[in-house]
C-alpha cells in the first residue's frame, strides 16, 4: 500500500480508509465495526471515557489486535505514554532501534540530525536515565520519526509530563509531524482542540467513533482563545452526554 506524505490542502482528498470489523474479549463487544477516513497531513484525536476502547482501536489499527479489515502493515510508527527507552542504551542507540531489530543498516546521520532538531544533541551518548521527562519524550518522538512511516498512533503521549513540558512536546510534535497521517488517543479536550484538526469521540457498548468537531485554523492553537474556546467547550459537552 502507498501512502502519500504531502501536505494537507484546504479540501484535501481521503488519503487512508479504516474499516474495523469490531473487536471483543471472550464474550464482551469493546469496539463497534467502524470506518475512518484520513487525509494526509491531517491529525484526528479520539477522546472518550476511560476503559472505553480507545487503546484498543489503536492497537487494532497498528495490527496488534485482530479486526482491521484495511491492514496497514509497514505504513505504522506508534509513539506510547511511557517513552518505552531501553535503559541499558545510549539515546542515540535508541533512535536507530527499529533499523537494528529488523537487520537494516542504521542511519545514524538521519538519527543525529532528528535529536539536533529536538534540542538534544548534547545528550545523544547519555543513557535515558540522565535526562528529565520531556528530553525522554523527545528522544522517543525522533525514534518515532526515525521510522518515517505516513501513519503516526500517539496513545496519550504527553499526559505523564507537566503542564509546560506538555505544551511545549505538543507544538514540537505539530511541527515535527505536519507532514503525516496522526491518530491521537487522549484523555485531554483541551490537548485534542490545541493539536488536532478533527475530533472524534469514541464512547457506547459498544464503543463507536462520533464526529465531535473539526478546525480550519493550523495547529498549534489556543484552546481557550474566543476562536477555539466554543470548540472546546463542544468537546466538554459531548463527553458527558450520553449515549443511547
Given at each position: ?28 463487544p ?8 484520513l487525509?494526509?497531513?491531517e ?9 472505553g ?11 496488534l ?10 505504513s ?10 531501553l535503559?541499558?542504551?545510549t539515546i ?5 532501534l ?7 543498516l ?44 505516513p ?17 511545549s ?16 488517543v487522549t484523555?485531554?479536550?483541551a ?5 488536532a484538526d ?31 474556546l ?15
Open positions: 500500500m502507498t501512502l502519500p506524505l504531502s501536505s494537507s490542502s484546504a479540501s484535501p482528498p481521503f488519503a487512508l480508509r479504516l474499516k474495523g470489523g469490531g473487536f471483543a474479549y471472550g464474550d464482551r469493546v469496539l463497534a465495526p467502524f470506518t475512518l477516513d487525509r494526509a497531513g491529525t484526528v484525536a479520539i477522546l472518550g471515557p476511560s476503559g476502547g480507545k487503546s484498543t482501536l489503536l492497537k487494532q489499527v497498528a495490527g489486535l485482530p479486526g482491521l479489515e484495511t491492514p496497514v502493515a509497514g505504522v510508527a506508534w509513539m506510547a505514554q511511557q517513552d518505552l527507552l535503559p541499558w542504551a542515540r542507540e535508541n533512535v536507530l527499529g533499523a537494528r531489530l529488523r537487520g537494516e542504521p542511519d545514524i546521520a538521519r538519527a543525529e540530525t532528528l535529536l539536533r532538531r529536538l534540542g538534544l544533541n548534547a545528550w545523544m551518548d547519555s543513557y535515558p536515565a540522565a535526562l528529565s521527562g520531556g528530553m525522554r519524550q523527545r528522544a522517543a518522538l525522533a525514534r518515532t520519526l526515525m521510522e518515517d512511516r501513519l503516526v498512533l500517539m496513545d496519550e503521549p504527553f499526559s505523564a509530563l507537566d503542564a509546560i513540558t506538555r505544551a512536546m505538543q507544538d514540537l510534535a505539530c511541527e515535527m509531524l505536519r507532514d503525516r497521517m496522526v491518530l491521537l484523555h485531554d479536550p490537548e485534542a482542540c490545541r493539536i478533527r475530533v472524534l469521540l469514541l464512547a457506547g457498548h459498544p464503543a463507536r467513533l462520533l464526529p465531535v468537531t473539526d478546525f480550519t485554523i493550523p495547529a498549534p492553537r489556543d484552546p481557550l482563545s474566543p476562536a477555539v466554543p470548540a472546546l467547550r463542544a468537546v466538554h459537552a459531548a463527553l458527558q452526554e450520553p449515549l443511547p
